[in-house]
């Protein structure tokens, strides 16, 4: 689905990411954990279009993306949900979720879009409650769900997660989590989630990346991962002595 | 002094003052969507008025046509503007885009005056000037232009941002610019249409205004600086704040003309401005501005 190769970022002379590769297949749910600084949204930000790599190739679907403009590449099914979830705050719910569907707006695509806007709202039924008021007024677990909810909008293939579970209390994540498997399974969605939650992400991924200082310094099947002791003392915070 | 007298002041207030309004809509559409404060806005509504004046006379236009024709020319110079100005540097800090668009207006301003010369024009009023009496104070057709035409762009670009997709993609690039890449709104394209709307909002208001108080190469500097004034007054990024600090500026100014002195007219917008700044910074709509740390 997507595909990344020898990618390296510098943000002015800071090397952010270096020579990374990696690729997510179809129907797949593939975490990218790691610590603070990473590069972890870096990453995300140049496959969404947002960060120009300074060398290396992006394909998705086949096609090279890493000079397209983000708005085409939306246009193209990739939707990225952004950190600290960046929902249109004085905008009603309902606009934050129309404006995910921006890209396809015309005349034709109209009840598409309704039905899509029903399809949301039967998904996380609180913010149809919610409709009318002012994203800016909804706790945070109700931010996370609309930030996903409009990113759903555009119809994508494959989503990007960044972070979903920062600022939620437990069982909010756990809903949040069990939302994006239930995107997999029901609805075909390909997913790769960015984690500092380590252990919950790697619980619902199929495979994972481990990202150190730019690098990815591991890689694998979810369950290697969880059981591997380098990320079990660095990430899961369990002392592996006891 | 006479109820007669006062409503006159008013109502010649309230025409002045709605565009100054229209001049402060210009600053907050673009403040909204850029962040830059773009001091070319009062020389769209010098070309407004000047080019339909050159159309009229030039090109033997009637003054309907020549009006339509002027507001296209201005918001086409609006896109040229942002096209050749803005966008090549658009990753330069907001302060340096104000800069280069005060260089831009003065830029626009020798043109007119290598074009059309230093002298003021007139253009006829829109429908005679058989004044109109109104419970003693006497009221120009004009200025029933100019309330008229105001209101309708005020409800056309209300409508525009909350009934309309392009408008609702515009306030979110305002709000977030990324979040809105990120939703597939072409951030560049908006900025584009934001300075044409601009344009073409200044140019109505120049057009509109000059059959009153005539027109010349330099009339951008004092209606930017007013209208500027009035987005303040108003609170700035506040379209509704725009528009009533407009209101409010041109029947302060036109009380002031009158019952004190004509000749400090230009002033009071300035001090009661400044007097404002001083005890509610944020303009009269605006928002006090809350960061969370």
Redesign the interface.
Same mark, same amino acid.
């Given at each position: 689905m997507i595909t990344l190769k020898n990618i390296d970022i510098f943000y002015g002379r800071i090397h952010a990411v270096k020579r990374v590769s990696l690729h997510v297949d179809p129907g797949e749910i593939v975490a990218l954990i790691g610590g603070n600084g990473a590069g972890k949204t870096t990453l995300l930000c140049a496959i =969404? $279009? @947002?960060i120009r790599p300074a060398r290396g190739e992006i394909l998705h679907k086949g096609e090279s993306i890493a000079r397209r =403009?983000?708005?085409k590449i939306?246009?193209s099914g990739l939707?990225?949900v952004?950190e600290g979830r @960046?929902? +249109?705050?004085? @905008?009603s719910v309902e606009?934050n979720l @129309?404006? $995910?569907a921006? $890209?396809? +707006?015309s005349l034709k695509a109209r009840r598409q879009i309704k039905n899509d806007l029903a399809e949301v709202y039967a998904m996380f039924p609180v913010l149809k409650q919610r409709r009318g008021q002012c994203a800016g007024t909804l706790s945070g677990g109700e931010q996370q769900m609309l930030a996903i909810g409009?990113?759903l909008?555009?119809r994508p293939g494959i989503l990007l997660l960044d972070e979903p579970s920062m600022g939620l209390a437990p069982n909010i994540t756990r809903e949040i989590f069990r939302h994006i498997v239930m995107l997999r399974d029901r609805f075909g969605l390909t997913v790769l989630l960015v984690e500092q939650n380590a252990k919950s992400a790697l619980r619902v991924a199929d495979r994972g990346y481990v990202l150190e200082t730019g690098r990815i310094i591991l890689q694998g099947p979810a369950d290697e991962l969880l059981a591997n002791k380098d990320v079990q003392r660095a990430y899961l915070g369990r002392d592996v002595d006891l | 002094m006479d109820s007669a007298s006062l409503l006159q002041f008013l109502i010649s207030g309230l025409t002045v003052g709605s565009t100054y309004g229209l001049t402060a809509l210009g600053f907050t559409i673009i403040f909204n969507t850029t962040g830059i404060i773009n001091f070319a806005q009062g020389e769209f509504v010098m070309l407004g008025g000047m080019l339909s004046v050159f159309f009229m006379r030039i090109a033997g236009l009637d003054e309907a046509s020549a009006i339509v024709l002027a507001v296209a020319a201005v918001t086409l110079a609006g896109a040229l503007i942002e096209r050749f100005t803005i966008r090549p540097v658009k990753d330069a800090s907001i302060i340096n885009l104000i800069i280069i668009t005060i260089g831009v207006s003065i830029f626009i301003r020798g043109l007119a005056m290598l074009a059309w010369g230093k002298d003021t024009f007139a253009l006829p009023p829109f429908s005679g000037d058989a004044p109109i009496a109104l419970f003693g104070a006497v009221v120009m057709p004009q200025s029933i232009w100019v309330l008229a035409i105001s209101l309708l762009i005020l409800s056309g670009l209300k409508a525009f941002f909350s009934g309309t %997709?392009y408008g *609702?993609?515009m !306030?979110?690039c305002a709000?977030?610019k *990324?979040?809105a890449? !990120? &939703?597939? %709104?072409? &951030?560049e394209r908006m900025v584009l249409l934001s300075f044409m709307i601009s344009g073409l909002v200044g140019a109505v208001g120049g057009a509109i205004l000059a059959p009153i108080t005539l027109t010349s190469f330099d009339v951008g500097v004092i209606l930017g600086l007013k209208g500027f004034a009035a987005c303040i007054l108003g609170g700035l990024g506040n379209p509704f704040g725009a528009a009533a600090g407009g209101l409010i500026l041109g029947v302060l100014e036109s009380f002031g003309a009158g019952l004190l002195s004509s000749a400090y007219k230009d002033a009071f917008a300035f001090i009661i401005l400044l007097l404002l700044l001083f005890v509610r910074p944020s303009g009269l709509f605006g928002t006090r501005e809350a960061k969370r740390v």
């Open positions: =969404s $279009g @947002l =403009s983000p708005d939306v246009r939707s990225h952004p @960046l929902v +249109f705050k004085p @905008l606009d @129309l404006l $995910g921006y $890209g396809r +707006f409009r990113a909008m555009a | %997709i *609702k993609g !306030l979110a709000q977030d *990324k979040a890449y !990120l &939703v597939g %709104i072409s &951030v």
